[in-house]
């Protein structure tokens, strides 16, 4: 059976203490940890985010809290998230395999995207990892799991890959690794050292 992102979906994962697996407590420290990251490798802070799979833009509140003039835009294929807060909240319409054509009149010093990957089709990561790398200017932060972790939360459609299949697919278009999810631009891989990178075995 499909599975439908509607306010029934994001209130038992995010709001339900029964299910849902994060606190806001724990988003601020990783987002804090992700703009620390981006800016160290930028030189400068960061000034605008482009968060794919945003579901309810949950990202934007703390990420604005830490820059309060930072450009929020995100992206999801849910129709209830965007109906009730693409206006608020800066959302649009768009499924990541899009992104392999979707384009703004800026690249992003940071893109976002959590808990994503592993719920698509192969076919679908390859063709939206296209536009990340092209649209990057600072670091991604693709939080994701494989068939290496013990994954908590919702396993409806989720697909355990080998890590070592996501680090092939982000290397063929140049995403260098640099831990915690984290993974620099093209434009970045002068500053990164050799011992920078994570490495995952296959």
Same mark, same amino acid.
């Given at each position: 059976?499909? $599975?439908?992102?509607?306010?029934? #979906?994001?209130? $038992?994962?995010?709001?339900?203490? +029964? ?5 806001? +407590?724990?988003?601020?420290? $990783? ?6 990251? /981006?800016? #160290? #490798?930028? =030189? ?11 579901? %309810? ?11 309060? !003039?930072?450009?929020?835009? =995100?992206?999801?294929?849910?129709? #209830? +998230?965007?109906?009730?807060? !693409? ?9 990541? !395999? ?22 698509? $089709?192969?076919? %679908?990561?390859?063709? &939206? ?8 200017? &600072? ?20 697909? /355990? ?7 092939? %697919?982000?290397?063929?278009? &140049?995403?260098?690794?640099? &831990?915690?999810?984290?993974?620099? !631009? ?6 990164? +050292? /050799? ?6 075995? /296959?």
């Amino acid at each position: 059976m499909p $599975k439908t992102y509607d306010r029934a #979906y994001f209130d $038992k994962w995010y709001r339900d203490p +029964a299910h849902a697996v994060g606190s806001p +407590a724990e988003l601020r420290r $990783k987002v804090a940890m992700v703009v620390a990251q /981006a800016e #160290y #490798y930028l =030189g400068r802070p960061i000034r605008n985010v482009l968060d794919v799979g945003c579901g %309810e833009g949950t990202w934007r509140a703390p990420l604005r809290a830490l820059r309060p !003039g930072l450009d929020y835009r =995100g992206l999801d294929a849910s129709e #209830y +998230a965007v109906a009730r807060y !693409g206006r608020s909240r800066n959302l649009g319409l768009a499924r990541f !395999g899009q992104l392999e054509h979707l384009r703004f009149d800026t690249r992003f010093d940071l893109i976002v995207c959590t808990d994503v990957l592993h719920y698509l $089709k192969r076919a %679908e990561i390859r063709a &939206g990892l296209i536009g990340i790398a092209e649209m990057l200017e &600072g670091i991604a932060f693709l939080e994701l799991f494989t068939s290496h972790d013990d994954v908590d939360g919702d396993h409806h459609g989720f697909v /355990a890959r080998a890590p070592g299949w996501y680090l092939h %697919e982000f290397g063929e278009v &140049g995403l260098l690794p640099c &831990g915690s999810h984290c993974y620099l !631009g093209p434009r970045l891989e002068r500053h990164i +050292a /050799a011992l920078e990178r994570a490495q995952m075995p /296959a």
